[in-house]
């Protein structure tokens, strides 16, 4: 066994004992200095192992160890203690008087014995406790003794029975066993069991007749017993003792502090007890010490009580905050009063913020009613009423316009967020927005509210929500809960042909071939709008601002806030005069008389901007140059076209076609508005001339030099152009204008 082993042993030994020292001297039971037990028996004073350790020599043990190794307290040399207790009792092995016999009828001597207990006159029997108990079927067995006062004493007991068969288990009851309560008093006993006929008849079932006093409940009575006690030597029995034999009036204050003397109630002397509310050894000089009571914690358990240890007694008190309250016929702790105005506090600071809750609340919901009536009124105020109302007069209009709600756009925006604006102007701002279903659509945003502006919107709804022209742009919906209505049109990314044509670098990129398809669609969309649409539309502002062009470059024709539906039975409308200088139909101005030829005229001066690169009005050239429709009209008058034409046109070299369309564009601004083409003419014309142009691609073998040239220049521009695609990086913000807000009109 390993060291560590070893000490670990010794600490678990050493733990132990300490335990055990510990759990068995919860009060010290015995003298300073002595031993306070033996085999396992406490041995408290006034009983000793030694002297000076018991009171007297009455009270003197020894403590033996019997031939098997048994060691046991012994008194008066002979009788073995099993327990001592303050409370005047002490348990002794008490031997059987057996009276046995064999089978022909002899005694058997080394069987049978008398018993007897000669202690000292501290000792009775307790009366209490113990019984003579008599077991036998040839039985007859006596006790003497004495009582106090050295008087003798004898009773007895007898018992015959011929079977067993009467006898009934568990009960001493006259049938093979008898027992008897003991007097006060008795000492010094003798038990004698004998026999009638030495067992003769019974001898098979119970050879001997047994007889001894033991502790009342330790026997227990069955056949078995009458065969089986023959073998057994001793039954447990209890004493009483006291100390001396006086009384207690007779020995004032003998008792210690915290005791009281009580008289024996079996025979002479007194003992010592210790008062309730203390523990201890009354016998020993401070041996009854004061329990705590506190440490039971069945004490003081109801709510707010607290136990207090007090000598002899504890009481229960209140905890703080608490105080005793007798109302209820009991003693109750009860909170104090100042506690039940906290907690009233604290509710009536819970209910008021419940107040405030439900009334931010309420105040919520009111608010929230006032913003859907607002925007409900601004519906109404925008026109959305109407707009509802004519809607759905047209057939498939829901599936062209859409209302959208503010918050769907708001969304979209970002809650129109700055970075997303592409659009700024006099009029209005128009943002970019991306809708849940990702499409990118451009909203337009009126920046102040006037009837009249609102007008033009409901108008532009109402037009173009009829068109559907791959020419125009599409108008995907409209939110007229907002303060100013709002216009959602599909998303155009590349700008307007007002910035193609008048952007130095970017204008040499159009080509004469795409100038003339852009011309030419614009025209296929007027001329949809003045002859297929019904009822006829009248744009109103043809300006290059108001021509988008897409990915491709195609065109596509914006901003119907100023059109006009013609009743069918009307050719001209009286209006106010509208559109933008530079681009407004003289006649129009002087007569206010609207025809779809003004549209002609604007478009006359598209062409010209197509053609020459130059601006509608410019306050930079000279007065008789500064309207562009004027100065080209009276360039032709003095055949100095090519002087006017922008110059890379020209090297295009496609001098026919620049002239057919110079001479188009003439016809197109004449003053008188009969006198000009319709919209439909222009685009038949114009889509000819195109197809001459392809038609001269193909058969251009014959002009040698030219198709050189014209290669030449086609290849170039075409890997410019593809160069610039594959650096097209739509970074800024203003490349994507869409709309000309201008206020120019
Ligand atoms: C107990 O024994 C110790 C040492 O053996 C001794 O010093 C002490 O005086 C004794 N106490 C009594 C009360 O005899
Ligand atoms: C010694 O005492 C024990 C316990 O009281 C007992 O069982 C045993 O029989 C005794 N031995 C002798 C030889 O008396
Ligand atoms: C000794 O007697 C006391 C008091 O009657 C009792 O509490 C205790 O259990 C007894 N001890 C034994 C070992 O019988
Ligand atoms: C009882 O027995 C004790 C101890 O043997 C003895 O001193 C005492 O005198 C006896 N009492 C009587 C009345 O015989
Ligand atoms: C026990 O006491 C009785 C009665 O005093 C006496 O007759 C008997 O001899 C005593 N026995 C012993 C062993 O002292
Ligand atoms: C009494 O008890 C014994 C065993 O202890 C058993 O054999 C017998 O039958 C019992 N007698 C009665 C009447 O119960
Ligand atoms: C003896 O014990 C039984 C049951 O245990 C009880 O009913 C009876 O009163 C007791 N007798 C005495 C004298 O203590
Ligand atoms: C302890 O106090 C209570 C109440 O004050 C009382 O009824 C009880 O008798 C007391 N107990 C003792 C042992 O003094
Ligand atoms: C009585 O009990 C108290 C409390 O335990 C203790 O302090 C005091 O010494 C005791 N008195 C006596 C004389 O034992």
Not at 71 to 82: A, G, L, R
Request: with cysteine.
């Amino acid at each position: 066994m390993g060291f560590i082993e070893i000490l670990i042993q010794v600490t678990w030994v050493a733990v132990v004992l300490f335990e055990l020292t510990a759990a068995a001297v919860e009060f010290p039971i015995a003298l300073p200095n002595c031993t306070d037990s033996c085999g396992g028996v406490e041995i408290p004073y006034p009983f000793g192992l030694r002297e000076g350790c018991y009171l007297n020599h009455h009270f003197s043990v020894s403590c033996t160890t019997n031939s098997s190794g048994k060691t046991q307290p012994v008194i008066s040399d002979d009788f073995i203690i099993t327990n001592i207790s303050l409370q005047g009792q002490i348990d002794m092995s008490m031997y059987i008087a057996h009276d046995c016999y064999d089978e022909q009828g002899v005694l058997d001597d080394k069987n049978s014995n008398d018993a007897w207990l000669n202690l000292s006159g501290i000792f009775t029997v307790s009366n209490t406790q113990n019984k003579f108990v008599v077991v036998g079927c040839d039985t007859y067995a006596y006790l003497k003794g004495y009582q106090p006062y050295n008087e003798q004493y004898s009773t007895g007991c007898r018992s015959q029975c011929e079977s067993t068969r009467y006898i009934v288990n568990g009960s001493c009851s006259g049938v093979a066993c008898c027992e008897l309560d003991l007097p006060i008093g008795l000492r010094n006993i003798t038990i004698t069991s004998e026999s009638f006929n030495k067992h003769a008849e019974v001898w098979r079932f119970n050879p001997c007749s047994y007889a001894f006093i033991t502790r009342n409940g330790s026997f227990t009575f069955s056949v078995d017993a009458l065969r089986s006690l023959r073998d057994k030597k001793e039954m447990p029995m209890v004493f009483d003792w006291a100390i001396g034999k006086e009384r207690c009036k007779d020995v004032e204050n003998i008792c210690g502090g915290n005791s009281t003397c009580i008289d024996s109630d079996n025979g002479p002397g007194y003992r010592c007890e210790c008062k309730d509310g203390y523990h201890g050894n009354p016998y020993l000089p401070h041996g009854c010490q004061d329990i705590d009571e506190c440490e039971n914690h069945d004490n003081c358990k109801g709510s707010g009580e607290k136990c207090l240890n007090i000598l002899g007694n504890f009481t229960c008190s209140c905890i703080e905050g608490y105080h005793w309250d007798r109302s209820a016929g009991v003693d109750l702790c009860v909170i104090n009063q100042p506690l039940l105005q906290v907690k009233l506090f604290v509710g009536v600071g819970i209910s008021f913020i419940v107040v405030l809750v439900c009334s931010s609340w309420l105040y919520l919901i009111v608010k929230q009613r006032k913003l859907i009536k607002l925007k409900r009124r601004f519906f109404e105020q925008n026109g959305g009423l109407i707009l509802q109302q004519k809607l759905s007069k047209q057939e498939n209009s829901t599936a062209i316009a859409k209302i959208f709600t503010n918050e769907e756009l708001k969304k979209a925006t970002n809650n129109y967020d700055e970075t997303l604006i592409i659009g700024r102007g006099g009029f209005g701002t128009v943002y970019k927005g991306i809708l849940p279903d990702n499409r990118i659509v451009a909203i337009k945003k009126s920046k102040t509210v006037n009837e009249n502006q609102i007008e033009q919107f409901i108008n532009e709804i109402l037009v173009l929500s009829q068109i559907n022209h791959r020419n125009v742009v599409k108008l995907l919906g409209c939110c007229l809960e907002t303060q100013v209505p709002l216009l959602v049109y599909e998303f155009i990314p590349n700008g307007t042909l007002f910035e193609y044509i008048h952007h130095e670098s970017k204008a040499s990129t159009i080509s004469w071939e795409t100038r003339l398809r852009i011309a030419t669609e614009t025209a296929e969309a007027l001329s949809y709008l003045h002859f297929a649409a019904s009822p006829p539309i009248i744009h109103r502002d043809v300006k290059s601002s108001n021509i988008l062009l897409d990915g491709t470059h195609t065109a596509k024709v914006s901003d119907f806030g100023a059109s006009r539906l013609v009743p069918l039975d009307q050719t001209q409308l009286a209006t106010m005069v509208q559109g933008t200088l530079g681009y407004l139909d003289p006649e129009y101005m002087q007569t206010s008389q609207l025809t779809e030829k003004s549209d002609v005229y604007s478009f006359g001066v598209v062409l010209v901007e197509l053609l020459t690169g130059k601006k509608a009005l410019s306050f930079d050239r000279s007065e008789e140059e500064r309207s562009l429709a004027i100065y080209f009209i009276s360039t032709l008058k003095d055949n100095r076209l090519f002087e006017i034409l922008e110059k890379h046109i020209v090297k295009e070299g496609k001098a026919e076609q620049l002239k057919e369309v110079s001479n188009l564009s003439k016809r197109c601004l004449r003053l008188k508005g009969e006198d000009r083409p319709s919209m439909k003419e222009v685009a038949t014309e114009l889509e000819g001339l195109r197809k001459m142009e392809m038609h001269t691609w193909v058969n251009v073998d014959s002009n040698s030099e030219e198709t050189k040239f014209l290669l030449g220049e086609t290849s170039d521009s075409y890997k410019y152009n593809a160069c610039n695609k594959s650096t097209n990086v739509y970074d800024s913000v203003g490349d994507h204008v869409i709309f000309d807000l201008d206020d120019g009109r």
